[in-house]
């Protein structure tokens, strides 16, 4: 998405739609899974009904173990998946119906919002600030009762839940922690990639955690009539998904697969940043509002977190049965394939540049990616030539460069597909190549949430003299 002046049209829709009301929440738990229906109300002019379908498994808890807790579970996924419809036309009032909101919990979302609206306030040239651009209030139904605590007596602590989204960071967790007892991979809205994943692992289809999540279709033809749309925080409305899987099935650990380097902002100077939902920062708020709010045992954290995107690639890189089957590309998601011309499918390439063998990369992309000239924009983005980092879920500049001088020091002198050819005389390849490349690689970060049981297995693979006689490119 480009970007593009929409103040004007901002400030009209604000006061053509005044307020935006999260009307109710209902659920039906039967013998066909968990069906959960919100409806949304844009100033009495659109209603919209947005759906998730959980289909019954048999790592199901007893229905009667679980009803009890959806209440607060569901209403805090109704918080996050009404700003997708918000947005369309970002009300200045949001009425919240179904609970009574503590101030604390109202401050906590209004930050989550602004936060995780970064983008879409920047690329629309959005002119607004964190105290007035939305006044949360509510309606008292429930005589001033904030929700219903979660419970914790029935977690067993020894499980894992493990989002799978497709891409590598995801099957790197998978593969380091899916043998481990009790072990449920979690898809929210299943395509190949991410099926296959699992399926590689050796998981069956009754076996993962499913989210079946629907869009209402009047959200899609407000978008097409012209109303506000960007990027929303979908991260954020994924762990709250995971933590109803938590309650749902009494597992304990929710591991995701997020890495340090979604930290850095997309636009440098700012707190812009394409994976705020995603970043330590995120992690860190989300879990002391489980803990507050909805189930103090609920363990939510970043198995990957102590790890920057190198390191996550060089272990990805040891993984062959994954490497027919990932795919991170957002753009040829809908048809299961790598489109060849994004920043996702250029900074995946490079970033595994450094560890698999050029005809193994091809094999994977279809194609050399670093002898595409078309992609010189997109390359100079990624390696900090340009004034913006491309809005994706992409790593660091810093790495990038890295893995680009390591390529280029395992390639040699050899003739040079076009972008390494130009890079090796840039000013970047100056800077970087004096780096230490294995310390980059095998420097695990302090800052994460790990318990010791899961920091160890990680631990393991980064010892220095061990893991060094394993990076290669053959």
Same mark, same amino acid.
């Given at each position: ?18 307020? @935006? ?7 039906? #738990?039967? &013998? ?10 844009? %100033?009495?002019?659109?209603? =919209? ?48 119906? /179904? ?81 481990? /007892? ?14 296959? *994943? ?28 012209? @109303? ?31 890495? +340090? ?11 812009? $940043? ?26 939510? @954290? ?13 272990? @990805? ?15 040829? +998601? ?6 060849? +011309?994004? &920043? ?18 091809? %094999?994977?992309?279809?194609? $050399? ?16 030539? &340009? ?14 460069? #890295? &893995? ?50 899961? =920091? ?15 990076? +290669? *490119?053959?």
């Amino acid at each position: 998405m480009a970007r593009s002046s929409r103040q004007a049209k901002y400030l009209h829709l604000r006061e053509q739609f005044p307020f @935006f009301i999260f009307e109710k929440q209902e659920f039906v #738990l039967n &013998a066909s899974g968990l069906e959960i229906r919100f409806t949304f109300n844009l %100033a009495g002019q659109h209603m =919209f009904y947005p759906v998730l379908f959980i289909p019954r498994k048999s790592f199901f808890l007893p229905d009667d173990m679980i009803a009890g807790h959806l209440d607060n579970i569901i209403f805090n996924l109704g918080m996050i998946e009404l700003i997708s419809y918000w947005k369309a036309a970002c009300a200045p009032r949001l009425i919240i119906k /179904p609970f009574a909101l503590h101030p604390e919990q109202i401050s906590w979302w209004k930050k989550l919002y602004f936060n995780g609206l970064g983008e879409f306030f920047y690329l629309n040239s959005l002119e607004v600030n964190e105290e007035d651009f939305m006044q949360i209030e509510y309606t008292d139904t429930h005589s001033g009762a904030s929700p219903l605590p979660g419970r914790s007596e029935s977690f067993q602590t020894e499980r894992v839940i493990i989002p799978v989204g497709g891409g590598k960071d995801s099957a790197v967790t998978l593969e380091l922690l899916g043998d481990k /007892p009790g072990v449920i991979p979690l898809i929210l809205n299943p395509r190949r990639a991410s099926l296959e *994943t699992i399926f590689a692992k050796g998981f069956t289809p009754d076996q993962f955690f499913e989210i079946r999540r629907t869009i209402d279709p009047e959200l899609l033809r407000l978008n097409d009539l012209g @109303f506000l749309n960007g990027h929303t925080p979908f991260s954020a409305m994924l762990a709250f998904a995971t933590v109803l899987s938590a309650i749902v099935t009494g597992h304990r650990h929710i591991a995701l697969s997020n890495e +340090s380097s979604a930290n850095e902002a997309t636009i440098a100077g700012t707190k812009i $940043n394409h994976q705020y939902s995603k970043s330590f920062q995120f992690e860190n708020d989300f879990r002391e509002y489980i803990k507050r709010w909805v189930g103090e045992d609920i363990n939510y @954290f970043s198995f990957l977190r102590p790890l920057n995107e190198l390191q996550i690639a060089w272990l @990805f890189s040891q993984f062959p049965l994954y490497h027919p089957v990932f795919k991170s590309c957002n753009a040829g +998601s809908k048809t299961d394939s790598w489109c060849g +011309s994004c &920043a996702k499918c250029l900074f995946t390439y490079t970033i595994l540049s450094p560890f698999l063998a050029e005809n193994k990369l091809v %094999a994977i992309f279809g194609t $050399n990616l670093f002898a595409d000239e078309s992609l010189q924009t997109v390359f100079d983005q990624l390696t900090g030539v &340009a004034d913006e980092k491309p809005f994706d879920c992409v790593g660091t500049i810093r790495e990038v460069n #890295l &893995a680009l001088c390591e390529t280029l020091r395992k390639t040699g002198e050899r003739t040079l597909p076009s972008l390494l050819w130009n890079y090796s005389r840039s000013q970047a390849y100056a800077q970087y190549k004096q780096v230490d490349f294995s310390n980059e690689l095998f420097n695990i970060s302090p800052e994460h949430h790990l318990l010791p049981e899961f =920091f160890s297995i990680l631990e393991r693979r980064f010892i220095k003299g061990d893991g060094l006689k394993k990076v +290669s *490119t053959d």
